[in-house]
């Protein structure tokens, strides 16, 4: 696909000449890249005080989840967002807070400068709340504890809802063998897992049924076909 250049008058977004100079010749992960890009873009929208910006707005910017879909295929798109921030704000390039916002814990970034550190300074937690949002997702039962079992990391918040949904729409057991499934087949990706499910669930199929190879997609072999969720991922 060519491009036919800029148009007259277009938008620019400035970028801190340390940026350029100093901290993208050190950065190795496209997602960490793409994410600080994409951030201060977006940041740089914000025209009034605090200068900070919901992480739930920058996970919604198409052309964002395209981008990292595109050079982090191996991720699926919350993952390489989740990781691309955490590099970040590791690097010191960016600040990220939660504080509580109409009652409800918000995610907040902001570019690591004079303006982004007094915004964040305003994005405190409040006083009759606990500090750590986390023990919300132990109300979800099992399912932060079955992906980090299964894939050896922590849920990533961003697919927190959907992974605990899926725990109520299938049974904790059944989720915890979808997980297995992958990794035994060694794919850790969020979607491999929720398209077992929906293939057990059309097939009208057991846990146990699965495990034992009634109708299932196992190979002589005992390993999971990848024809079956190949579609689900670039080659």
């Known amino acids: 696909m ?3 250049g800029f148009p ?11 940026l350029l100079r100093d901290l993208m010749p050190m950065m190795s992960d496209p997602a960490e890249l793409l994410v600080t890009l994409y951030a201060i873009e977006a940041l740089s929208r914000i025209r009034r005080f605090p200068r900070r910006l919901a992480l739930s707005d920058l996970a919604m910017s198409r ?5 990292l879909a595109a050079m982090c295929p191996a991720l699926e798109s919350a993952e390489a967002l989740s990781r691309g921030l955490d590099a970040a704000t590791e690097r010191g390039t960016l600040l990220h807070r939660r504080s509580v916002q109409d ?23 409040a006083p009759d709340l606990a500090p750590d949002p986390a023990p919300r997702l132990a109300l979800g039962g ?4 079955i ?12 697919l927190a809802d959907e992974v605990i949904a899926a725990e109520s729409r299938h049974g904790a057991d059944t989720l915890h063998a979808a ?11 969020w979607r491999y897992v929720a398209a077992i499910l929906e293939r057990w669930e059309a097939d009208g199929q057991s846990r146990e049924g699965e495990r ?3 109708g299932s997609a196992r190979s002589d072999t005992g390993q999971l076909e990848s024809s079956r969720y190949r579609h689900l991922f670039r080659s």
């Open 142 to 145: 099992s399912a932060p504890l």
């Open 212 to 214: 034992h190879g009634s």
């Open 63 to 67: 052309p964002l989840i395209e981008s």
């Open 179 to 189: 997980f297995a499934e992958a990794a035994a087949n060694g794919v850790r990706h």
């Open 8 to 18: 007259s008058g277009a938008p620019v977004t400035p970028l801190p000449q340390a």
């Open 2 to 4: 060519s491009f036919n």
């Open 103 to 125: 009652q409800r814990w918000t995610d907040w970034i902001a570019l690591n400068d004079a303006d982004g550190r007094r915004a964040m300074a305003m994005a405190l937690p």
């Open 147 to 158: 992906w980090a079992d299964a894939f050896g990391t922590p849920m990533p918040p961003i």
